[in-house]
Nanobody, 124 residues
Framework: QVQLAESGGGLVQAGGSMRLSCAASDRSLETYDMAWFRQAPGKGRYFIAAIRYSDSSTYVIDSVRDRVTISRDTARNTVDLQMNNLKLEDTAVYFC?????????????????WGQGTQVTVSS
């Protein structure tokens, strides 16, 4: 059973930066596709970015691609989400998720393991 834990959330002013980390209970980050989703108040859970197990290639949705980077830190055994120039609309709970390295990256239903989420609040 893979257990994921997010960290790094909090309150930040608009225009600021934040780095979220996702740690796993074992070395599974090295063998799973990993992704970040977010859920704003009253909204659904939406895909933001993912990194593939096979070749560490990354995919970030168009709307945040110029501000968001996903990466894998093998030394720390984490998958990180770097967010820059944060906007009010980035306020959400951010979740990391893991799935076997098959099929596509952006469907939440394909991810079997989820963290509890970390709150990111962007203030004006």
């Amino acid at each position: 059973q893979v257990q994921l834990a997010e960290s790094g959330g909090g309150l930040v002013q608009a225009g600021g930066s934040m780095r979220l980390s996702c740690a796993a209970s074992d070395r599974s980050l090295e063998t799973y596709d990993m992704a970040w989703f977010r859920q704003a108040p009253g909204k659904g859970r939406y895909f933001i970015a993912a990194i593939r197990y096979s070749d560490s290639s990354t995919y970030v949705i168009d709307s945040v691609r110029d501000r968001v980077t996903i990466s894998r830190d093998t030394a720390r055994n984490t998958v990180d989400l770097q967010m820059n120039n944060l906007k009010l609309e980035d306020t959400a709970v951010y979740f990391c998720a893991a799935k076997p390295p098959i099929h596509g990256l952006d469907k939440s239903t394909r991810y079997g393991y989820w963290g509890q989420g970390t709150q990111v609040t962007v203030s004006s």
